[in-house]
């Protein structure tokens, strides 16, 4: 008797059949995947060098805009990263 768990994967892979990657494909997400988190390091550190200096000058208003800024940024470059992955995934291999 399978447990609900091998049910529901069962199904999940008649609905969405899980994509085998070539070496090629793995190896062009992994680099993808180390750009991208070096271009959020990069905006990260600039943007909480500038959070650090707005905080010094006593500056609330600059220092809620730049929060904001680094999430919106966050979540661009996320949504890059998925898109760019989502590219190779559906290259053939």
């Known amino acids: ?5 091998e049910l529901a994967m069962e199904r999940l892979n008649k609905s969405s059949p ?3 990657l070539s070496a ?8 993808i995947d180390s750009l991208y988190a070096s271009k959020v390091a ?3 550190i600039f943007l909480k060098d500038e959070l650090t200096k707005a905080s010094a000058k006593g500056d609330w208003e600059a220092v809620e805009q730049i929060e ?7 979540k661009t470059l996320a949504a ?3 898109e760019k992955k989502e ?3 559906q ?3």
């Open 1 to 5: 008797m399978k447990s609900a768990y």
């Open 18 to 20: 899980t994509v085998k």
């Open 24 to 31: 090629a494909q793995k190896k062009e997400l992994a680099e």
């Open 42 to 44: 990069e905006r990260d």
């Open 68 to 74: 904001k800024q680094i999430v919106s940024e966050k």
């Open 80 to 82: 890059e990263l998925e």
């Open 87 to 89: 590219k190779v995934r």
């Open 91 to 93: 290259q053939k291999s």
